[in-house]
C-alpha cells in the first residue's frame, strides 16, 4: 500500500520560495500514477496545485502557474514542489497525493494522501 | 475553470439518520466526480470515485450517484464515526473542488 509523507520548512519568508518533498513508500514512483500537490486554508477550501508524471510531463492550475515548479526524483523515489514568491496567501496545509485512473492516461482522483504539512509565509 | 457547488454547506443530523448532499457542477463533467471525507487535522479520503463507485474498504452506507451537472453523496444510516467534512472534486477539467459540507451531531 503506497505511503506518502510531505516534509520542509515550516515557516517561509515573503518574497522567499517553498519547497517540500513528498516521499513516496510501499511502491514505486515509476508507476502509472500521477503525483500532486493540494493545499487548503480555511478560506479558499482545497486548491490543486499541479501534478507531475515520472516521466516529467507536468499540468499546473493556471492561476498560480508561473509561480510554480514540480519534478520527480525516481533514484530517491519522491516528487517535490517549489513554489516561488510567496506571500501570505500562500499559507496553507499542504498535501502531496496520488492522482489515480481506470488508466494511466485518464488520471481522476486522489488517492491516497499525505498526513499534509502546514507551512506559514511571515517575516 | 469548472466551479463545484455543494449544498448544504453544513447540516446537523442524528444518528441513523439518512442524510444526503449534493454537489452541482458548473457546466457537464459527465461522471469525473469524487467524494472524499475530511476529519479534523487529517488528510481528505477517498469516497467514491467516478460518481458511484465505491473505494475499496469504504463502508457501504456510502453510495454516489449523478452524472452530467447534479451529483449526490448519500449515507444511508449515519454513523458516529461518519461526522466529518464531506468534499466534492472533479476531474473533467483539471481539478476542483466543491467548498464542504460539514456534518455535524445533533
Known amino acids: 500500500q503506497v505511503q506518502l509523507q510531505e516534509s520542509g520548512p515550516g515557516l517561509v519568508k515573503p518574497s522567499g520560495t517553498l519547497s517540500l518533498t513528498c516521499a513516496v513508500s510501499?511502491?514505486?514512483?515509476?508507476?502509472?500514477?500521477?503525483w500532486s500537490w493540494i493545499r487548503q486554508t480555511p478560506g479558499k477550501g482545497l486548491e490543486w496545485i499541479g501534478e507531475?508524471?515520472?516521466?516529467?510531463?507536468?499540468n499546473y492550475n493556471s492561476s498560480l502557474k508561473s509561480r510554480v515548479t514540480m519534478s520527480v526524483d525516481m533514484s530517491k523515489n519522491q516528487f517535490s514542489l517549489k513554489l516561488s514568491s510567496v506571500t501570505a496567501a500562500d499559507t496553507a496545509v499542504y498535501y502531496c497525493?496520488?492522482?489515480?485512473?481506470?488508466?494511466?492516461?485518464?488520471?481522476?482522483?486522489?488517492?491516497?494522501w499525505g498526513q499534509g504539512t502546514l507551512v506559514t509565509v511571515s517575516s | 475553470d469548472i466551479q463545484m457547488t455543494q449544498s448544504p454547506s453544513s447540516l446537523s443530523a442524528s444518528v441513523g439518520d439518512r442524510v444526503t448532499i449534493t454537489c452541482r457542477a458548473s457546466q457537464s463533467i459527465s461522471s469525473y466526480l469524487n467524494w472524499y471525507q475530511q476529519k479534523p487535522g487529517k488528510a481528505p479520503n477517498l469516497l467514491i470515485y467516478a460518481a458511484s463507485n465505491l473505494q475499496s474498504g469504504v463502508p457501504s452506507r456510502f453510495s454516489g450517484s449523478g452524472s452530467g451537472t447534479d451529483f449526490t453523496l448519500t449515507i444511508s444510516s449515519l454513523q458516529p464515526e461518519d461526522f466529518a467534512t464531506y468534499y466534492c472534486?472533479?476531474?473533467?477539467?483539471?481539478?476542483?473542488f466543491g467548498g464542504g459540507t460539514k456534518v455535524e451531531i445533533k
Open positions: 510501499g511502491g514505486s514512483i515509476s508507476s502509472s500514477n500521477w
Open positions: 497525493a496520488s492522482l489515480r485512473g481506470l488508466t494511466a492516461m485518464d488520471p481522476n482522483w486522489f488517492d491516497p
Open positions: 507531475i508524471y515520472h516521466g516529467g510531463n507536468t
Open positions: 472534486q472533479q476531474s473533467y477539467s483539471i481539478r476542483t
